[in-house]
């Protein structure tokens, strides 16, 4: 099935304009998708659109965007944290209730899943909820500035090399991101969960997605990504990942008019 691809453009937690992309198939969609991205990258991260267009093609129109600072969006990355993501998911949900539909099913990759689990209460149209490779905290992206931490809280901020890119980083992040408290989020969602996680997962290990399958209230599944790596880099993951997605979201939406329940 042909997936249309739109840019689209919406006021993010600073009201800095977020850049983001609305996937949809050529039929109208039976539902809506938001898709927060992992730290530091962007809505076009090979993981992200394959998960797009795998809905896409259910008739499942989904929504990614960049976070503010990041990408093609508005801002100072710099001026972010873990807070102001979650704002910009929100303001998200309401672009899309105020131009489509509000968002059925929230999907987070690696912070952005911590993200979407944070958010999740402010979003109730929200019936589901799916998170790959997601801490269980958010004060778990700290342990990748290394030395740098003790730099930033000396002198209130310092660059970090992540991914390859530098990024300036400042103590009002980590403050923010200690003050979380995503657990107490989990088990108050009350809607239905999937974990993706890989064993062997490098930057995000396993016991994060046993707590927070531990904490999350039924209905809730588990998938294990076997080898895959955190950013889901091996072209076979981010389909397997994409079509058990697009297959599990189905259940949770309406049915089409004239499908038998």
């Known amino acids: 099935m042909p997936v249309i691809s739109e840019k689209v453009t919406f006021p993010g937690s600073s009201g800095e304009m977020l850049a983001g992309r609305l996937d949809r198939g050529e039929s109208p969609p039976r539902a809506f998708a938001l898709f927060a991205h992992c730290f530091t990258c962007t809505k076009d991260i090979f993981a992200a659109a394959r998960i797009a267009t795998a809905l896409a093609e259910q008739d499942i129109a989904v929504l990614r965007f960049d976070f503010t600072g990041l990408g093609a969006s508005e801002g100072d990355f710099a001026n972010t944290n873990f807070t102001s993501n979650?704002?910009?998911?929100?303001?998200?949900?309401?672009?899309?209730?105020?131009?489509?539909?509000?968002?059925?099913?929230?999907?987070?990759?690696?912070?952005?899943?911590?993200?979407?689990?944070?958010?999740?209460?402010?979003?109730?149209?929200?019936?589901?909820?799916?998170?790959?490779?997601?801490?269980?905290?958010?004060?778990?992206?700290?342990?990748?500035?290394?030395?740098?931490?003790?730099?930033i809280e000396e002198k209130g901020e310092a660059k970090v090399l992540l991914a390859g890119r530098p990024f300036h980083i400042r103590k009002q992040?980590?403050?923010?991101?200690?003050?979380?408290?995503?657990?107490?989020?989990?088990?108050?969602?009350?809607?239905?969960?999937?974990?993706?996680?890989?064993?062997?997962?490098?930057?995000?290990?396993?016991?994060?997605?046993?707590?927070?399958?531990?904490?999350?209230?039924?209905?809730?599944?588990?998938?294990?990504?076997?080898?895959?790596?955190?950013?889901?880099?091996?072209?076979?993951?981010a389909i397997y990942v994409a079509d058990v997605l697009s297959a599990w979201a189905t259940r949770y939406l309406a049915k089409p008019e004239g499908e038998e329940e």
Not at 87 to 92: G, Q, S, T, Y
Not at 124 to 132: K, L, Y
Not at 133 to 146: I, L, R, Y
């Open 86 to 151: 979650v704002e910009d998911l929100v303001r998200a949900a309401d672009y899309l209730r105020k131009e489509h539909r509000p968002p059925a099913i929230l999907v987070g990759h690696s912070l952005g899943g911590a993200a979407v689990l944070a958010a999740a209460e402010q979003v109730p149209e929200a019936v589901a909820v799916a998170t790959v490779g997601a801490p269980a905290t958010a004060e778990h992206v700290a342990h990748q500035f290394g030395d740098r931490l003790e730099i």
């Open 173 to 237: 992040f980590l403050e923010d991101i200690a003050e979380q408290h995503v657990s107490k989020r989990i088990a108050n969602m009350n809607k239905a969960l999937l974990v993706f996680h890989a064993p062997g997962d490098a930057t995000v290990k396993i016991d994060n997605a046993a707590q927070i399958f531990r904490v999350a209230r039924h209905p809730k599944s588990f998938i294990s990504l076997d080898d895959a790596d955190h950013l889901l880099s091996k072209r076979k993951d």
